[in-house]
């Protein structure tokens, strides 16, 4: 499911290429946190363990690595993806973007602003 977080992952990973320790396994971000200037975010990744009920855990904290991402990082990557893939970056081409989660009704979604919808990438 597309969101806005994915792209902070894809961003880390690709500035941590190389230098993640060795782990057989799937990586995902385990933290992300927005720094005082506004401009950019500390992004955790670490060896991502899915459990039976659908929750995610991070059991290895030494192998945590953390990334700076910078918005203008993030505006390269997106113009990147839609160059690459022809979808739209705010919704990884599913239309839909995450809008939050509640106990009540779990994730919920709605039509995505940038390309209302339709999954392609918007000309800018
Ligand atoms: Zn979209």
Known sequence: MGNRLNIYERVAKRKLEGKLP???GDWEMSMWEALDDGESIVVEIAPCVTLEN??????????????????QDIREDCLQYEKETGNCS???GDGQMWTGWSADEGNRHDTCIQCRGTGKAVAK
Do not use: H, I, S
């Open 22 to 24: 060795e782990y057989d």
């Open 54 to 71: 659908g929750d995610k855990e991070w059991p290895q904290e030494a192998l945590r690595r953390k990334a700076v991402v910078t918005l």
């Open 90 to 92: 705010n919704c990884m």
